[in-house]
């Protein structure tokens, strides 16, 4: 076995098995709408398509992510660019060599245009997938060998450790998604994160101040309930905005707020109000409607949002 295929085969077998098995539950009926990839030249249908293999789950070679013309984005996306890495690469492509598009830029890329789509589909372009694809896709990885290559002249001293990195960062960005509820993952664990720091940090507050109560309300549990679960708190809309543009399953579009009016892309666009505002969680896109807070303040004044749990009473 010759250097490159022990590359080739040590770098990615876990990547591998993932795509073989897709194909294979393709071949029996599994429904994949479209492929989302992440690579490098071993996967880049810009310049080697024909590794890329998505004839075998019976979609069309799927346009790459920057070419501009003639792209054909309804069954997919393929951000892979040949001499990518996982990890950001810490010189400039003329003296490593190695693309500027590592994964990391690649899962920007791909947070753009699902965006794209929400805002743009309805819109009536012709090119992009309805923006319930992303959860009927195949997403793949393909990824990983540059990392080592770009470093094995430097020895293996050198390249082993790098390994936890390059492992981390392929498992964060498949973990960086969209739950089933529409919610941003890292985001909302970023909140989390910061929460417990803060929480943290109150507890040693109330410690130092010994004539005041502090306390710590949780709100963004209470919203989460909310966007997660609307109907159970009465309401029916949880990420759609009532005053918005765009539809999908966030009526939102950051280029025109509610309210107003704006000239995008050469179409003149409008954010309007829904007609029935206390049916949703969010007013626009930001902000929680009326009929969301009276269920927030209910929560926060009732039992297991604030710690220590504390109680208002009214005479």
């Not at 990518?84 to 490593?96: A, Y």
């Not at 936890?164 to 960005?173: D, F, K, L, N, R």
């Not at 509820?181 to 664990?189: A, D, Q, V």
């Not at 969680?281 to 409607?289: E, I, N, P, Q, Y």
Request: hydrophobic share 40%; charged share 15%.
């Amino acid at each position: 076995m010759n250097l490159l295929m022990l590359r080739r085969f040590w770098v990615v077998p876990a990547v591998v098995t993932v795509a073989l098995s897709a194909v294979l539950m393709c071949e029996a009926g599994c429904g994949y709408e479209a492929i989302f990839n992440f690579g490098d030249s071993n996967s880049d249908t810009g310049g080697f398509w024909s590794a890329f293999p998505a004839q075998r789950l019976g979609i069309p070679l799927v346009s790459p992510y920057l070419k501009s013309i003639g792209s054909d984005y309804k069954h997919g996306v393929n951000f892979a660019t040949l001499a990518s890495t996982v990890l950001l690469p810490q010189t400039s492509l003329f003296v490593s060599g190695l693309s500027p598009f590592a994964l990391p830029i690649q899962l920007n890329q791909m947070k753009n245009f699902k965006a794209q789509v929400d805002q743009l589909y309805d819109q009536g372009s012709s090119n992009l997938p309805p923006p319930d694809i992303f959860g009927k896709s195949l997403y793949t990885f393909y990824i990983g060998q540059n990392d080592f290559t770009s470093n094995l002249a430097k020895g293996i001293d050198v390249v082993k450790p790098t390994l936890p990195q390059v492992i981390s960062q392929i498992t964060s960005t498949i973990k960086a998604d969209i739950d089933e509820f529409g919610c941003m993952i890292p985001f909302n664990n970023a909140v989390v994160e910061y929460n417990k720091m803060l929480h943290d940090a109150l507890n040693q507050t109330g410690k130092e101040l010994s004539d005041a109560n502090v306390i710590y309300v949780d709100s963004h549990k209470v919203l989460l309930k909310l966007f997660r679960h609307p109907a159970s708190h009465g309401l029916k809309y949880g990420t759609l905005a009532c005053c918005g543009n765009g539809g999908g399953p966030y009526n939102y579009n950051p280029k025109v707020f509610c309210g107003n009016n704006k000239v995008v892309n050469g179409q003149n666009i409008t954010a309007s109000a829904c007609g029935d505002p206390e049916n949703y969680v969010s007013w626009d896109g930001v902000h929680t409607t009326e009929a969301a807070n009276k269920i927030i303040v209910d929560a926060i004044l009732g039992d297991g949002f604030t710690n220590p749990p504390f109680e208002i009473k009214c005479t």
